[in-house]
């Protein structure tokens, strides 16, 4: 080697000693804020309904084809779906984990095992619950749609008290609260398309399918019941609901008031689960309601009750909503339709009719 070889390859050792080490990647994973659980909880349930909605709606191919396209050109303007690789509390773990291995087995056409369904159960308490606590009012900005305006951050859960008096104020503004909501999922721009792509999914969409719509609502599990023409929502007269009427005719007199006493409680205690703003004045509403519905089933004969049980159990929860215009339903038909992550799902729909 000779002296300049010699001098190259000195350099280049001190040159590779000294030269500083690549930053290590950081093994501690990112914690995701308030605000982030609270878009990626709303996410996951949103996603699952509209799974069970794709699902319920018999598309053929040819509508399967356009809604996908939609959903694509929705892909590239709304706001993308968390990845969930960010550290979360361990409730909010829960429930991640709990929704995302629903979603999988929706996805795969596979019913909801009683202990899946029992975990989804679990996990949509504690949801509703976080959701409950943290619930604040405060005067709202017009231009402030973030979760945060109306859920104060909780560092711990336990320590809030449900506070009646923001459930009634939040109530009064409902439509602003409408609107956070959407554009939670969707952001600002998203938000906007959907009323351009709403038309455009309203005429895909045949009119049997539209008027299921009207009576849908946010569903993580669909009812077992595959032939029921509401089976991707919540039906009107649900098969519990008929079930649990059933029970209440058979318990004996002396029983009675303890059971009825269970049972109102039990049933508002579930209505939280399922309604996180449920206020109060709510619920003694709806204790009332199923009270007077229940005694009216016991004093009925069995004829009657058969030709009358259905009716029944819609008097527990009536639904009074006054008819949606053509706008605000097709916004509805795409907010469900179009989500970020669809396109998926319609790609297997094509591909699983051209197999057939």
Excluded at 74 to 81: A, D, L, S, W
Excluded at 182 to 200: D, H
Excluded at 242 to 266: F, G, K, Q
Excluded at 319 to 334: C, E, G, H, T
């Amino acid at each position: 080697m000779n002296g300049k070889s010699a001098a190259t390859l000195w350099l280049l050792t001190v040159t590779l000693s000294v030269a500083p080490a690549a930053p290590a990647r950081s093994l501690v994973q990112e914690a995701a804020s308030w605000e982030e659980q609270l878009h990626e909880m709303g996410y996951l349930l949103i996603y699952a309904s509209s799974i069970n909605v794709i699902n319920g709606l018999n598309l053929t191919t040819e509508q399967a084809e356009g809604l996908g396209d939609l959903a694509r050109q929705m892909e590239k303007v709304c706001q993308p779906p968390t990845d969930f690789s960010k550290k979360v509390p361990p409730d909010v773990e829960q429930v991640r984990r709990t929704y995302l291995d629903l979603i999988e087995t929706l996805k795969d056409g596979r019913p909801a095992s009683d202990a899946l369904r029992e975990r989804v159960y679990r996990a949509r308490e504690i949801e509703s619950r976080l959701i409950r606590k943290s619930l604040q009012y405060r005067p709202l900005s017009s231009s402030d749609l973030s979760c945060v305006a109306c859920h104060a951050p909780l560092t711990n859960a336990a320590d809030r008290q449900e506070r009646s008096e923001d459930l009634r104020c939040l109530g009064q503004h409902k439509q602003h609260v409408d609107r956070a909501h959407v554009v939670m999922i969707y952001g600002k721009r998203g938000a906007q398309e959907l009323a351009r792509l709403g038309r455009e999914v309203d005429g895909i969409l045949n009119k049997s399918q539209k008027a299921i719509f009207d009576d849908f609502s946010c569903c993580l599990i669909p009812p077992e019941d595959l032939s029921d023409p509401v089976r991707i929502g919540q039906a009107e007269a649900p098969r519990n609901l008929v079930d649990m009427l059933e029970r209440v005719r058979s318990v004996p007199d002396d029983y009675w008031p303890t059971a009825r006493r269970r049972l109102l409680e039990r049933f508002v205690e579930i209505e939280h689960v399922k309604r996180p703003d449920l206020t109060e004045d709510d619920a003694n509403r709806l204790r009332r309601r199923l009270e007077d519905v229940m005694t009216t089933a016991r004093e009925l004969s069995d004829v009657d009750f058969e030709l009358r049980k259905y009716d029944l159990c819609k008097q527990i929860n009536p639904q009074v909503l006054p008819a949606a215009s053509p706008i605000v339903r097709s916004y509805k038909f795409a907010y469900f339709l179009l989500l970020p992550g669809t396109v998926e799902l319609y790609d297997r729909l094509v591909k699983g009719n051209s197999d057939d």
